[in-house]
């Protein structure tokens, strides 16, 4: 009986590979191309984006910063993340 492969670049994986992790292309992703959304920028990237999860799906928001309370629109959406841009700042206080 196989409990697994030996990959290449990791250790032992399983045998059904990534299928039923994450969003992936397996699960819809929460948002779409041109929908808006408030959020709140969590944390900054390594390049310097500001990130915000929308149902747990990371989202990169270019000149913000962790705090920051604002309304976006995604630009891109990927199979791992979404990319969007200041609309406006939300007035949560």
Do not use: C, H, W
């Amino acid at each position: 009986m196989e409990r697994g492969r030996r990959s290449r670049s990791k250790g032992l994986t399983s045998r059904f590979g990534a299928k039923g992790r994450g969003f992936g292309r397996y699960f819809p992703k929460p948002v779409e191309v041109d929908k808006e959304y408030d959020v709140e920028v969590q944390e900054l990237s390594r390049r310097g984006d500001g990130i915000a999860r929308i149902k747990g799906f990371v989202t990169f928001i270019p000149n913000t910063k962790p705090g920051d309370n604002v309304r976006i629109r995604i630009t891109r959406v990927g199979r791992r993340f979404a990319e969007g841009e200041v609309v406006r700042e939300s007035s949560e206080e």
